[in-house]
């Protein structure tokens, strides 16, 4: 089954700096979702992008997509405090069912 | 337009009983996915329900089930507890169809489940 695997594991970083983190699969998707969570609440989705895309903007994110390295990154400039919370990468494949990794924990320190 | 929400918040069992938890999907939504998250972990899916028939499952066992009404809000039910039961449970609607579906999932708040 298609699984995400994100990297760094935690992120530290001061309110204003960017934040970038990667994910890493390992069969051909149909997209990939990138998802954020505030501490023990849901997941909110924040972009999607297609197989056939290779980078989409959404305000102070941006997502690339390389499908040759089956790798994708969000980065997340001017970070803010609200920021902070765990990321994860969701490809999708050949099924509905999303298979999260254990995300990136970002901090981001006022 | 509503989004998810789920019922209860918070929910404390005991070994060996039985739990049902709910979920209401966004409006215009036909597919419900339930997920167990484990405290550090992510996100691991159980099933998907789409238009009232399971739609996948994952690597749960028949202890879990599910249901998904004509209105598509849907229930998790769980028998006989176990402490590793304990984890917070998510819910997502999306718009699927048949075939498949990739777009995204809204999720609820989530019910955190204690098992003792």
């Known amino acids: 089954s298609q699984q995400g695997e994100e990297d760094p594991q935690a992120l530290s970083i001061q309110e204003g700096e960017n934040a970038t983190m990667n994910c890493s699969y390992k069969t051909s998707i149909n997209n990939l979702q990138w998802y954020r969570q505030n501490s023990g609440r849901g997941l909110v989705h924040l972009i999607l992008?297609?197989?056939?895309?290779r980078e989409k903007h959404s305000g102070r994110l941006r997502v690339t997509l390389d499908t040759s390295k089956k790798s994708s990154s969000l980065l997340i400039t001017a970070s803010r405090a609200a920021d902070t919370a765990s990321y994860f990468c969701?490809?999708?494949?050949?099924?509905?069912?999303?298979?999260f990794g254990k995300g990136t924990k970002l901090t981001v320190n006022p | 337009e509503t989004g998810v929400t789920q019922s209860p918040t918070h929910l404390i069992k005991t070994r060996g009983q039985q739990v049902t938890l709910r979920c209401s999907s966004q409006s215009g939504h036909n597919t419900v996915s339930w997920y167990q998250q484990a405290l550090g972990q992510g996100p691991q899916f159980i099933f998907q329900y789409y238009r009232e028939e399971e739609n996948g499952r994952g690597n749960f066992p028949p202890r879990f089930s599910g249901l998904q009404f004509p209105n598509y809000s849907s229930e998790l039910n769980v028998n006989a507890l176990e402490l590793d039961d304990s984890a917070l449970y998510l819910c997502?609607?999306?718009?699927?169809?048949?075939?498949?579906?990739?777009?995204?999932?809204?999720f609820g708040p989530g019910t955190r489940l204690t098992v003792l």
């Open positions: 969701a490809p999708q494949g050949g099924s509905e069912k999303l298979v």
């Open positions: 992008i297609r197989s056939n895309e």
């Open positions: 997502a609607s999306s718009i699927g169809r048949a075939g498949g579906s990739y777009n995204e999932q809204f």
